[in-house]
């Protein structure tokens, strides 16, 4: 997989909240209306490049964090599963936000992402001006068996195997896979695992219920795990005026790489549309 062919990084800037710092990258002006692209576990902004270029050259501000511990952030020698905690993550997000002196954003979050928009809107729904998420269930209860049996699937492996695996098991597309695959191969597993353990039991329906502004869910109809956790949410969300549910075929759990152009068009009418 050769990473010449992977879009290039933009040039990263860092925000300090507490002993870690947090990179991301903006793409379009800075009197623009601002857009969150926030990627998933063991992911980073790679994931969301070209999207911004897509959504900065259409009138927005576009912010792509590395989440704490993934990408181009930085974390300190002395760490503990105790900073990885979804309070903390979403944090981070707040601090950068605060930064770019962004009182007020729209959301696009794929899956971890999603699940920190979702913990944010719950302790302060201001600051989002809209929510998008794919590939997140609002509630999750996977055991905690799964956590080390990931882990020695990983030790076993190796990561380039890993990663590989991981990358074919994402998705069929051959550009998706080269930009997951360089994801993965480069998360730091000991982050991963530590982020996992919190994210694997959550529950975030009430603070979607009591979210006044509208959602957006695009659900990959090929990202089965997810979708398999999401009969309660739907339940839940079915009759919210605010709820808006889009199908996209021959998408995956990184749905806007599988496939870009449609996701593109669903998320910008969406915006154009509230």
């Known amino acids: 997989m050769a990473k010449a062919e992977l879009p290039e990084l933009p040039k990263a800037k860092f925000c300090k909240n507490g002993d870690y710092e947090s990179a991301y990258f903006v793409l379009g002006e800075d009197s623009a209306t601002p857009l969150v692209l926030c990627h998933g576990l063991a992911a980073n902004g790679l994931q969301f490049i070209n999207d911004a270029h897509y959504f900065a050259s259409r009138g927005y501000k576009v912010i792509v964090p590395d989440l704490r511990g993934l990408g181009r952030s930085k ?3 002395d ?3 105790s900073d990885f905690t979804i309070s903390l993550l979403a944090s981070d997000l707040i601090a950068i936000l605060d930064q770019e002196k962004i009182t007020s954003t729209h959301w696009v979050g794929n899956s971890l992402g999603g699940i920190l928009a979702l913990f944010i809107i719950g302790k302060n729904p201001d600051r989002l001006k809209s929510l998008i998420t794919f590939g997140t269930a609002y509630k999750l209860d996977v055991p905690q068996l799964i956590i080390p049996i990931m882990q020695y699937g990983y030790d076993l492996l190796g990561p380039n195997t890993s990663a590989q695996l991981g990358a074919h098991a994402t998705s069929p597309n051959a550009n998706a896979q080269l930009v997951i695959y360089d994801m993965l191969v480069n998360a730091d597993m000991w982050v991963v695992k530590a982020i996992g353990n919190y994210v694997r039991k959550y529950n975030f329906i009430a603070n979607a219920l009591t979210y006044k502004k509208p959602i957006l869910m695009i659900r990959g109809l090929n990202d089965h795990p997810v979708n398999q956790a999401l009969k309660s949410t739907l339940d839940a969300m079915k009759n919210q005026s605010n709820f808006t549910l889009i199908d996209v075929k021959k ?10 152009e449609q996701m593109r068009i669903i998320i910008s009418d969406f915006l154009v549309s509230i």
């Open 75 to 77: 974390t300190p020698v």
């Open 251 to 260: 998408a995956g759990h990184c749905a806007n790489l599988d496939q870009p």
């Open 79 to 81: 760490r503990h599963e």
